[in-house]
């Protein structure tokens, strides 16, 4: 099988989720290094003929080119995770994983705006991205505490899913922008557990609880 290429930068987050999970699945791969910050370099014609949205990541595999983070998650899953732990097969446990996907491409937006904001000074008003960094936090810390009166220890299931990789990475680094994770006991419990998981790499700004 080809060998798989990762354009990544070091601090991007999203760019983190993929390699977070190319790690967990023992998957060997290559780094390209972009650079975001200062240099825009996704943004420049060679990196637009990849992905014409200028994001990270961009992953290729063989003739395959992949831009946008969920598709880059759904792909490594489907086509690297065989014992289908990390995208579940169940419809029911499925659609969640889905909901969890879609709700850290859309709800986590603030989050990683706020981020980038604190770090390297991007456009948006730094109060209405905490606000909403803090509204979506709420809604995964209330989902956690209600999973674990039940005993259960992840977003979906009864195992770490995408839902998990793709919602971790915003909490765990919003100490960038000064959230306290005290706020927010269940999310604590669950990043801690989080990071036990086999193949788990962090990045700089992810708290290690003790």
């Known amino acids: 099988m080809a060998e798989i290429a990762l354009y990544n930068y070091e601090l991007d987050e999203s760019s983190y989720r993929a390699r977070l999970l190319l790690s967990m699945l023992e998957v060997e791969y290559k780094t390209i290094a972009v650079d975001m910050f200062p240099g825009q370099e996704q943004t420049k014609p060679p990196m637009l003929a990849l992905n014409p949205l200028g994001t990270l990541p961009v992953v290729t595999d063989g003739e395959l080119v992949l831009y946008g983070t969920e598709a880059v998650l759904l792909y490594l899953a489907k086509a690297y995770d065989p014992a289908r732990e990390w995208l579940p097969q169940d419809a029911g446990k499925f659609g969640q994983v889905a909901t969890w996907l ?24 730094e109060a209405a991205l905490r606000a909403g960094a803090r509204k979506a936090f709420r809604i995964m810390d ?9 005993g259960a220890e ?11 990789l793709a919602l971790f990475p915003s909490f765990a680094l919003s100490r960038d922008y000064g959230v306290d994770h005290d706020e927010y006991p269940a999310l604590r419990r669950w990043i801690r557990r989080f990071r036990s998981l086999k193949g788990f790499k962090t990045m700089p700004g ?3 609880y003790h």
């Open 142 to 150: 209330d989902h956690m505490t209600l999973r674990q009166f039940d």
């Open 154 to 164: 992840w977003f979906v299931g009864s195992a770490a899913t995408l839902a998990d």
């Open 206 to 208: 992810i708290p290690d």
């Open 102 to 125: 879609g709700f850290a491409a859309s709800a986590l937006a603030p989050a990683i705006a706020a981020r980038l904001k604190a770090l390297f000074d991007t456009p948006g008003e």
